[in-house]
């Protein structure tokens, strides 16, 4: 069945630090009828699409008419996993969504503490028809047509092997609560990079070869899950279909959906096509 509308029912302010830019930054998310998440920067709306993405280095950021909204892959996965379609998320200060816990528990604790509500308009839900792979490497992402929508992250990370993680519904609180992550050895270049400057412990897992900061063994390939769906969400609909990466990161996904784009089949009847 078809999915209605669905945005907030009240507005949230939500302030903290960047990860990236290390200063404060305020936001207000608000109620919107209209169906789409848009960012709104001193009076510059940028719509949550593919289209308008400027950056996939150490994060998604979006753009329009010279300004740039940074980091918004935690934010735009906390709307998805809640199925909200429709909302504005006010820039008030600075240029990029807070880190907060580093994840998406504290952006989907905040929308449900206002509550939701459903909208007249049905939620685009795309399938795809044919399997498409984005593979400018070893590492790759791809889609594959599916009845349901099914995301998978498998990665190799260093000192700690082999791991696998799936989102196929539901609020799993490994998956939400995934902090952003780098390797301790890292961190030198991510400074030179002027990256990383709101990294706290909090925040941030530091993965070195003791592994002593780990909060569960698998919490970076759920947060490298976690940024799969934010950065997916950014072809405006749900996806019915499976969305497999392996050791893939925001380049990588940029590029699967440059890939299908125009190839997703909105789902228009009150039933569903048959799959191809």
Do not use: W
């Amino acid at each position: 069945m078809l999915l209605r509308g669905k945005t907030l029912r009240n507005s949230i302010t939500l302030t903290g630090v960047g990860i990236h830019n290390g200063i404060r930054n305020k936001i207000k998310i608000h109620p919107s009828e209209e169906r789409g998440i848009y960012f709104l920067i001193k009076g510059v709306k940028i719509p949550a699409l593919h289209k308008y993405v400027v950056n996939t280095c150490y994060s998604t950021d979006l753009g329009r008419e010279n300004q740039i909204v940074r980091t918004v892959e935690h934010i735009m996965a906390a709307f998805y996993l809640l199925k909200i379609d429709s909302a504005v998320v006010e820039i008030v200060e600075g240029n990029e969504i807070p880190i907060l816990g580093g994840g998406a528990k504290e952006f989907i604790e905040a929308f449900l503490s206002v509550g939701t509500v459903e909208l007249e308009h049905y939620q685009k839900i795309f399938r795809l028809a044919e399997h498409k792979r984005y593979q400018p490497n070893g590492n790759f992402v791809e889609a594959l047509p599916f009845e349901k929508e099914v995301f998978i992250y498998e990665g190799i990370f260093r000192y700690l092997g082999r791991q696998l993680a799936v989102y196929e519904g539901g609020l799993e609180s490994k998956l939400i609560g995934a902090r952003t992550f780098c390797f301790e050895e890292d961190i030198p270049n991510l400074r030179k990079m002027n990256l990383g400057k709101g990294g706290y412990h909090v925040n941030t897992l530091v993965i070195n070869p003791s592994g002593e900061y780990l909060r569960y063994r698998e919490e970076p390939t759920y947060h490298k899950l976690l940024d799969l769906i934010g950065d997916m969400a950014l072809l405006g609909g749900r996806l019915q279909m499976i969305i497999y990466s392996f050791r893939g990161g925001h380049s990588t996904n940029h590029g699967l959906r440059q890939l299908i784009k125009n190839l997703l089949i909105e789902v228009k009847a009150n039933k569903f096509p048959a799959l191809v």
